[in-house]
């Protein structure tokens, strides 16, 4: 499979902070200027306060992707190379802040950036399609000229005797330049239809990641590939090939790639509370899954990346209607209700009834979307550690905006092994165990490795509180 597994991996280094020690995580990926900033988020400080990290001799350690990884028993230390600044410097950058984003939002500067950049991109595309044309047509010029000039130094032949036919066809050739096609090894298919498939050792360029996934810790492309992997492997163990048509198993593919598209790493909770430019353009109902929806759409919508060209006007409509339908109940706000009305049709369900069939699509988007627990725990942990990570940067971004911080992502009151409890215990044990009463297969792939990682979570929390007392954690909906 992957040629580079090391590099794919989340990097890791430890500060001490106030004499605690604080982790953050960051992608090799990353740029320095993002390391730094995440550095100064974990220690509490403004963008503009000046910093540097020393380890434990008291050596300097250069801020950056490429920075040493050190252990939790090591922590850097953190040297502040200018004075903090004063009340009324932090009172007016807030106030400077505040204006720039107001104008922001009042301009919608974020929108005509993206516009101007997707149309930029579409221009690049166009003039490097151009350029190669030009390329090409100025060779064959060249080979016209040549021919001609041969033509004229030595004139050609006449037959004068019937030519026989010739036996075979003869294919005039070109130097075309020939693409390399990346092919799958037998063992990667196979590996593929499974649920403990490794993601991490696929390594970036391999993946072919898009540029309408953001970089974020956890929504990224990296999970679209993850879940929609995982769809994969939920077809072919539960045989839908066999059950759906073609045109279903289509739109889950397709929506499984496309379901977080430019998620801005801000979960709708904050677009509500921000009243973001996004929940301007929504409102309160899903402004994230809309949004996904939007921008698949507009990418299908583009002439070189149209894979439904060939389908006919209603199948088209079908395929846009069942997308937005599969997208929108990723929104873990209609949770409840989705499995309420799945678990009421699944004693009699039936794959001729379309509503029946509407309800397992939408469960089985959600399933893949939260399926990371149930691959092995060497692969599913590091997934934990980016989505808190994400949580984290969003509940001191409330913090640092004066508004109420989302309880699951505070770092003050999050302990990682509780809330994985909370959250198998009721969301993906519940939900699977639905799945599994249409097919019986999943006891032993999904349920019972999740029933593991959970008695195994349930381990570290024990071993926590023996250690230190559990913060107060409020009731918490989980929200991805």
Not at 445 to 471: G, K
Not at 474 to 479: A, D, F, T
Request: glycine share 4%; net charge negative; proline share 7%.
């Amino acid at each position: 499979m992957g040629t580079t597994p090391s590099t794919s991996l989340p990097k890791i280094i430890y500060l001490e902070i106030d004499g605690r020690v604080r982790k953050v995580i960051f992608s090799q990926h990353s740029s320095p200027t993002d390391v730094r900033d995440l550095v100064k988020i974990a220690a509490g400080l403004l963008r503009g306060a000046e910093m540097s990290l020393v380890d434990q001799n008291g050596s300097p350690v250069n801020i950056g992707p490429e920075m040493p990884v050190n252990a939790q028993s090591s922590p850097y230390k953190i040297i502040f190379t200018s004075p903090e600044p004063s009340d009324r410097e932090i009172q007016m950058q807030s106030a400077c802040s505040n204006i720039v984003l107001q104008l922001s939002r009042y301009l919608k500067m974020d929108e005509i950036e993206r516009d101007f950049r997707s149309k930029l991109t579409l221009l690049e595309r166009r003039l490097e399609a151009e350029s190669g044309r030009r390329v090409e047509m100025e060779k064959c010029q060249r080979e016209i000229e040549n021919l001609q000039e041969e033509l004229v130094k030595n004139p050609p032949w006449i037959c004068v005797s019937p030519c026989p036919p010739l036996s075979r066809k003869l294919t005039p050739r070109r130097d075309i330049p020939s693409y390399p096609k990346y092919t799958l090894s037998p063992e990667t298919i196979e590996a593929l239809k499974t649920p403990t498939f490794d993601v991490w050792q696929w390594a970036p360029n391999e993946l072919n990641v898009q540029e309408n996934y953001k970089d974020n810790p956890f929504h990224n492309f990296r999970h679209s590939f993850s879940v929609t992997q995982m769809m994969h492997g939920l077809i072919y163990l539960c045989e839908l090939q066999d059950q759906l048509a073609p045109i279903e198993i289509l739109i889950l593919i397709t929506s499984a790639i496309c379901h977080d598209l430019d998620h801005p790493g801000l979960n709708n909770a904050y677009q509500t509370k921000a009243a973001t430019e996004l929940w301007s353009r929504y409102g309160d109902r899903s402004p994230l899954e809309q949004h996904h929806c939007a921008v698949a759409f507009q990418i299908l919508a583009e002439e070189e990346c149209n894979i439904l060209a060939g389908a006919t006007g209603g199948e088209a409509a079908e395929i846009h209607k069942g997308m937005r339908e599969l997208i929108l109940a990723t929104d873990m706000e209609r949770h409840r209700d989705i499995m309420s009305d799945f678990s009421q049709c699944v004693e009699v369900f039936n794959f001729t009834n379309p509503e029946h069939v509407r309800l397992l699509e939408q469960v089985l988007i959600k399933c893949c979307d939260t399926s990371n627990e149930v691959r092995p725990l060497q692969v599913s942990d590091p997934w934990v550690d980016c989505l808190l990570q994400e949580y984290f940067m969003q509940g001191d971004r409330e913090k640092a905006e004066g508004l109420l911080v989302t309880p699951f992502m505070d770092r003050a009151r999050v302990s990682k092994p509780h809330t994985q409890i909370i959250f198998i215990t009721s969301i993906l044990v519940p939900m699977i165990e639905s799945l599994s009463k249409l097919f019986p297969q999943l006891d032993d792939v999904l349920l019972s490795p999740l029933r593991a990682t959970r008695d195994e979570y349930q381990q570290w929390d024990e071993e926590r509180n023996r250690l230190e007392p559990l913060p107060e954690t409020p009731v918490i909906q989980i929200s991805i």
